[in-house]
């Protein structure tokens, strides 16, 4: 018995010796960091842009020779687009000694379910694409984004695609009940004075809702001349089809959620008159936005989309950082807060990006459209 | 508008009630709720679209082809998951159940890939979107007469079968009493089987439906019509088929009207909250039979 009860203790030591031995020695070679992001389930089209994207960017790194010769190594974390699966996600980076920096989460509401963790374990994340308001004040100067906020856009979608671009000025809102989707519905509504536009009405879903039509029926009731999609883009594409079988036919419009080619694919012809605002339009963009355009396609075979470009340059804004730093949690946030003026802010594919106290940057928002089947610039 | 949210509740109340008639049926013979219930409807929907993307089938052709995979999916998932444990506890299979739920979500998720699919709808017939009927500034179009007159045939079919047939009484009879079913020469394991077929059967034409209708389909779209389909079944009494029938169109029902003169925000909630009243004022479901709790039950 007790020879047994030795050879297993020994056996033990050795075995974690092995490990720690491992992972030690994988620390020293490789700069980690963590990705967050939906990999499965409903958004998981997102998940698959923001992969697009950071890879590009790896690539370009790690054939350039890492950063200060280390090469760089990504570490997926599938959050699902849910609270508690982001909480896991964080709780598993933060304890990863070996990770030194968070690009995510994707969706606003994992974001603020994460953050909370990360603050406490002292890494910083930048989000390509969390637009939510309040995150900036959860974050508590660890938290980074490189796009606009939802304030911004909903203003922006109130007082100047919907009144000046669609000339209408009766809109039904139908928002998703999550924080991205209510941050952006408030923010409308106090855009909507302003632009002189009267919501007819706002009905919530639920995420993973296939049957809409009960209130769409009771938003359509009122007449609204446009109906806001105020939420993702799988079912933005539903609500389009059930919209226009009720026999809606004016022009849709929503946000950067809204924007995957699977909207149209899912939507079809419904998805047609579908207007959205996004943060990077490669029509738009200057001469190395659209040299990304061109490699995005060539490398996967479809348009680029605004998620794949800004996480592009998140990994971007990492690389220039942690070359100046080290790869060192603190000192990265350090790096990444130093980033506050115009005149060092990051010049990537995305624009001009530099950051104010809580992490938020000014970002413009471009507007497209979906015009027989196909996304293009509206202006 | 509330002649339109009666029709809009209707058609998925109507689809709730052929899915939840499969909780009931296998809860009548078996005792256990297949949990996995749910993901043969979804299999249904990625059967038909893949017959018609991938082996260009027509429709009509893909609809009862996808429905007999699904008998056939039902059928293996009693075997190989079930039947080991009849004899265990029922916890053993209630839990098998739920496995077996998750592992067929993820198997679809590898095979299909996550992200929502649309049904190939040039691959419907074209008069499906025309208008059928038109009354108080209500639209009827041929899907929606398309979707009520299948449930409806489809539920008369299945009551003639338990009613009438040889195999109905069989099932009512193992139902009643498995051991003295089995004393009287009826093929236990066989009328089980011949259940799970039939209720994947419907299951999997009302996914097909829910995907054609909707637009949509994903290897998760299982859960929440399966956990509704589940409270139907209950509304109704489990283990009554007429009850689950009735209990699925009155949560579709309240579901439409509930979202469309309460809150939408609440929707789900709403059909809930009808089922727990209901449950509270009568414990055995609408159509329930009030047992007495034996020992042997125990």
Redesign the interface.
Known sequence: MRNKRTLLFTGLVFGLALVFGITTSAMAENIRIGVASP????A??YG?NIKAGVNLKLKEINDAGGINGKKVELVWGDDVCEPKEAGMVGAKFAADKSIVAVIGHLCSSATLAAMPIYVRAGLAAISPTSTNVTIGDVGKGWFFRNCYTDDYQGQFLASNVVPKLLGKNKVAIFYE?NDYAIGLKDSFMAGAKSGGVTVTGA????K????F???L??LL?DKPEAIFLCGYY?EG??IA??AR???FNGPLFGADGIDNE?YI????KAANNTYLTVPFLADAAGPAGQDFAKRFKATYGRDVDWMSANAYDCLGILAQVIAKTGPDRKKIRDGLAAINSEANGYKGITGLTYFDKKGNCAKPAFVKMVKDGKFVSAE | MFLQQLVNGLTIGGIYAMIAVGYTMIYGVVQLINFAHGEIYMLGAFFAVTFISVLGIPFYAAFPLAMVCCAVCGVLLDIFAYRPLRQSPRLAALITAIGMSIFLQNLAMIIWGSRPKPFPQEALPAYFEKTAASFGGVNLSWFHLFIFGLTIVMMVGLNLIIKKTRWGRAMRAVAQNKTMAALTGINVNRVISYTFALAGALGGAAGIMVGAFYNSLYPTMGYVAGVKAFAAAVLGGIGSVPGAMLGGVVLGVAEALGAGYLSSLYRDGISYAVMIIVIILIPAGLFGRVLKETKKSM
């Open positions: 990999y499965s389930g409903g998981a089209g698959d009940n009905e919530a879903y639920m993973g809702t296939t049957d039509t009960p209130q029926t009771k009731v799988a594409a539903l089809g059930q079988k009720l026999g699977d694919k899912i939507g079809g």
